[in-house]
């Protein structure tokens, strides 16, 4: 019954929302029509301000018990310079805040308003009686640090800085820190989320998306020209958020000066005067607005009505009263349409760069490409390595590519490691890294973005979607002064950052999409394919819109390149292969003879399906005729993750080891190696790593894909059960034939594959790339 009710109380809602959306919409694009015919003036020049000084404006409301706090220490952090200055605005007060400070503080200049223009007007009018070309507009209920005032003004460097803002502490050290000045903001869902990061690493000046308006200083002659705090977003929330979007899109910055330090003591004079309702329903009307007044592109725009429209009928639908927009929003909001056309109009006619520019550039990274002068040949070369899995110890065949990359990469440049971590005890394991690389830091358990039934984006990519990390991405490639961006797997390739001048080069350690066809085909029964197709289309579309956002595509072997190019022939020139799968072949110690006899070594992570799967035709279809004829003959498995014995069939001669400190010890002992694997892509190191081992290697076309294609070249070569078990005894009945295998296989490791010799020729191409295009 109540769920009758609530949906009939909906229907005048799902009504309501769209008329009221689409009019709104409308009436927007009508607006940026009429725009395109009207005569645009040109853009004032930028000039850099007079930073040598500052004028401080506190806005007042009723705060005389806190200018009187808070007043003193800020006379005294201002006493540096003759022509600083302090002025009050007065707005209205009713508890003699204006004749106090003439009588307390005849220093500080007044100016009385007869009413309360909100945040927003009373700002303005210090902005326009301030004499300074820098305008510091301070919260009454904030403590500045005495020496607050000289790293703000340093902030100023250039002609292109339009605000500098603080970093905010609460006096009481106990209490969380819900606002910091470190602000960002981005689009998600249609709408503009914004938040303050707490960030102990960000020790310098750094992109903000907006200066707090209680915090912050601005460059008077710039923020006079985007027109003050906006009329529309009276009386309060989203002024400070505005201008400084309006600012990035003017092609000016916004910047978070950790140095400058101000304690927020939250005591503000809205909670005093208006309920928490009607500020909430102001916060979600000037949601609105903002959006109607700042997004100019037409996807973007849609896209919020779209869920704007969708969201108010939903809340109706569910009876929530937290999420919104609720009608009465969307109503609210619709009502100021007039001014939100003038404001857009202005906004337009403002704006150098796109929405999608200007939140790019509010990222560290970006802002690193965008702004900061970056030499053609860096010396040293920084480079910044993520990773989507522990490195050390390398359990698993991508693990081993990484970590001795590193080994070799530390030697030629500056090495930063990002990786990602399962357990808080993977720290410790990667001690040697840390001692290694120029900076490391690890991400523990993180949070992907939750499943969702029908998502187009692949489980693999969205389980590595975090914001943590993205922002961990920026900064790192801001502060360490990143050239290079490199990716290590395809689903992380979703944070390439399509820089200008900053590489971003991706590591295929396996064409995804191929590598989950291949296991289709291995399905015979079609109520099994439904799940598998889909995530294959997923796969599909995922890495073909991807992969043309990175500058430099890394293949594991010239076959690997050869299928991709076929989907995307036009990134052909960036696919490189034969700079990333290798192994150091100075590790391993060549022991062609004296191995243990009848002895069958399968080395793997189980966390891979294509060895998981590879272990089951191997035991079931191939192990059982191999022991047909040769009943002496054992199957020793290792690797991490190891199935229970349970799960494996009874048979003696299978000896599950597991995990094991130091794979080399194995590979010198057994006499054969067997690789057979049915799916997936790339190249398999375990097989680089036998052929230096000197260990005679059978495998299936498909494993020894990019190192083998004749049959007893280097290694044996097998697909079907028969085939395989017949050569895999052929290897054990003749060591001589084997080892003389085995020998070529270690000359073709150390011609082709040594690591040390292949990283030389990555370097030499993160050079070409930083080159050709910091000289566009």
Not at 137 to 162: A, C, H, I, T, Y
Not at 499 to 524: C, M, N, T, W
Request: proline share 6%; hydrophobic share 40%.
């Amino acid at each position: 019954m109540k769920t009758l009710l609530r949906l009939l109380a909906a229907i005048p809602v799902m009504v309501a929302a769209p008329l009221i959306g689409i009019s709104s919409l409308t009436a927007l694009l009508l607006s940026d029509l009429l725009g395109r015919f009207k005569t645009h003036k040109p853009l004032p020049s930028n000039t850099r301000p007079n930073a040598t000084c500052a004028t401080v404006v506190i806005p007042n409301w009723n705060g005389r018990d806190l200018l009187e706090k808070y007043i003193p220490p800020l006379l005294e952090a201002l006493a540096g310079h003759p022509e600083n200055e302090l002025l009050v605005v007065d707005n209205g007060s009713e508890d003699g805040s204006a004749a106090f400070l003439a009588e307390r503080f005849p220093s500080v200049k007044v100016l009385a308003l007869p009413q309360n223009l909100g945040f927003g007007g009373g700002s303005n009018a210090g902005f326009a009686a301030a004499k300074n070309d820098i305008v510091v507009l301070l919260n009454s209920d904030m403590r500045v640090d005495r020496n607050f005032l000289s790293p703000l003004l340093e902030g100023f460097s250039d002609e292109k800085v339009f605000a500098v803002s603080c970093q905010i502490f609460f006096s009481d050290p106990e209490k969380h820190r819900e606002e910091t000045g470190l602000t960002e903001g981005w689009w998600d869902n249609g709408r503009l989320w914004v938040g303050h990061r707490i960030d102990e690493k960000v020790n310098r000046l750094f992109p903000c998306f907006y200066g707090g308006g209680g915090s912050c200083a601005f460059d008077r002659r710039k923020f006079m020209e985007l027109g003050g705090f906006d009329e529309l977003l009276r009386p309060f929330y989203y002024e400070d958020t505005d201008i400084g979007y309006m600012a990035w899109k003017r092609g000016w910055k916004c910047l978070y000066q950790p140095a400058s330090i101000v304690f927020h003591e939250h005591r503000g004079t809205i909670g005093r005067k208006f309920d928490r309702e009607y500020i909430d329903a102001i916060v979600r009307k000037n949601a609105l607005l903002w959006v109607w007044k700042n997004i100019h592109g037409g996807r973007k725009l849609a896209g919020h009505f779209a869920f704007a429209i969708a969201n108010t009928i939903v809340s109706a639908l569910s009876g929530n009263r937290e999420r919104g927009p609720f009608l009465r929003d969307l109503w609210n909001a619709a009502k100021q349409i007039g001014g939100a056309m003038r404001s857009r109009r202005r906004a337009r006619d403002l704006s150098v760069v796109s929405d999608v520019e200007a939140f790019r550039r509010t990222r560290g990274s970006h802002f690193r490409d965008t702004f900061l002068p970056l030499p053609v040949r860096p010396l040293p070369l920084n480079v910044l390595f993520l990773s989507p899995y522990p490195i050390c110890p390398p359990i698993h065949g991508g693990g081993v590519f990484m970590n001795q990359t590193i080994h070799e990469l530390v030697k030629l440049c500056r090495l930063h490691l990002v990786a990602l971590l399962d357990q808080e005890w993977q720290i410790h394991t990667h001690e040697e890294m840390d001692k290694l690389c120029a900076s490391t830091e690890y991400i523990l358990r993180m949070t992907g973005r939750l499943r969702q039934l029908g998502s187009i984006e692949p489980y693999a990519v969205r389980e590595f979607a975090n914001r943590d990390l993205d922002w961990l991405i920026d900064r790192k490639i801001l502060i360490d002064e990143i050239d290079v961006f490199q990716i290590e797997y395809t689903n992380m390739g979703q944070y390439a950052r399509g820089f200008k001048r900053i590489p971003s080069i991706l590591f295929e350690h396996d064409v995804y999409f191929q590598s989950v066809g291949r296991a289709i085909e291995k399905i015979r029964n079609p109520l099994k394919l439904l799940s598998p197709g889909f995530e294959y289309l997923r796969a599909l579309r995922y890495e073909l819109q991807m992969l043309p956002k990175v500058d430099r595509i890394q293949m594991c072997s010239e076959a690997n390149k050869k299928y991709l190019a076929s989907f995307l022939p036009k990134l052909e020139p960036v696919m490189q292969a034969g700079l990333r799968a290798g192994i150091d072949s100075t590790r391993y110690q060549f022991k062609p003879a004296g191995r243990t006899p009848d002895t069958l070594l399968f080395l793997g992570s189980f966390r891979h399906i294509p060895n998981v799967e590879a272990l089951e035709w191997f035991v079931t279809n191939v192990f059982p005729k191999v022991l047909a004829k040769k009943p002496s003959v054992r199957l020793i498995l290792i690797g991490s993750d190891a199935p229970p014995r349970h799960s494996l069939p009874d048979i003696p001669n299978i000896e599950l080891v597991g995990f094991v400190d130091d794979v080399r010890v194995s590979l010198s002992e057994f006499a054969v190696f067997v690789c057979p694997i049915l799916t997936g892509s790339g190249v398999r190191v375990k097989l680089l790593e036998a052929f230096a081992a000197g260990i005679p290697v059978i495998s299936t076309t498909i494993g020894a894909e990019g190192l083998a294609e004749q049959h007893g070249d280097i290694c044996a070569l097998a697909d079907s059960p028969e085939e395989f078990a017949q050569k895999t005894l052929d290897l054990l009945g003749d060591p001589s034939m084997a080892a003389s295998m085995a020998g070529r296989a270690r000359e073709e490791v150390v011609a082709k594959w040594d690591m040390a010799v292949i990283t030389r020729r990555l370097v030499d191409t993160y050079y070409d790339a930083v080159a050709e295009m910091r000289s566009r």
